[in-house]
């Protein structure tokens, strides 16, 4: 938890301290996304083998190889838990702030391939159906994590003002303190379909 969250500090850092130079760049462009999670995680702390969802608004420019972004995500999921030994059913809601930035390194008319890297804050409430006393209930967490993501735009005409459609997958290492474990792991990989406007 302590190296999670040492990653994201640092990479908040260098964004506002004047390390990369946002003042150069016009945010004069959307994107909506929805998509799906599948969790991963150690057997004990984890939420793995488990489905979600989630809706996803960012804000970044629209020209440039380097293109910073700030955005904000809810997630749902439900399912079974992995909690020491046991598997309790949950229910699961989260409130992030995704900052990152995404690459595209080639100047294509239609297809524009992206990469990109993020550091995630973020809230979660989850709540467990468990015979243990100390388990059942709702407890809620700050979540500190990081993410790899990479996709596609397919844009409808070649100026780079025009609308595109994105697909997008990410894998994520995000962790929060749930059901009294500290280090409850909620690593996901997501796909995304959206629009850009």
Do not use: H
């Not at 380097?66 to 020491?84: K, N, Q």
């Not at 390194?105 to 709540?127: D, Q």
């Not at 700050?142 to 990410?170: D, H, L, M, N």
Request: proline residues 4%.
């Amino acid at each position: 938890m302590k190296r999670v969250l040492r990653v994201f500090c640092i990479f908040i850092v260098v964004l506002l301290s004047g390390g990369f130079p946002l003042k150069a760049y016009a945010i004069d462009q959307a994107v909506a996304e929805v998509g799906t999670l599948i969790y991963g995680g150690t057997k004990g702390k984890s939420i793995s083998e488990t489905f979600g969802f989630f809706a996803r608004f960012q804000a970044q420019p629209r020209k440039g190889i380097f293109r910073p972004y700030a955005s904000a995500m809810i997630e749902y999921a439900s399912g079974t838990a992995s909690v020491s030994s046991e598997k309790p059913s949950f229910t699961m809601y989260s409130g992030m702030a995704p900052l990152g930035i995404d690459i595209y390194p080639f100047k294509t008319n239609f297809v524009r391939p992206f990469i990109g890297a993020m550091g995630i804050l973020g809230w979660g409430a989850m709540t467990m159906n468990s015979s243990t006393e100390s388990m059942n209930g709702t407890t809620t967490s700050i979540e500190f994590g990081y993410g790899a993501t990479c996709g596609v735009e397919i844009r409808t005409r070649e100026q780079a003002e025009s609308k595109a459609f994105r697909i997008s997958t990410s894998y994520r290492v995000l962790q929060g303190k749930f059901a009294t474990i500290a280090g409850f792991q909620l690593n996901a990989i997501t796909f995304g379909l959206g629009i850009v406007f």
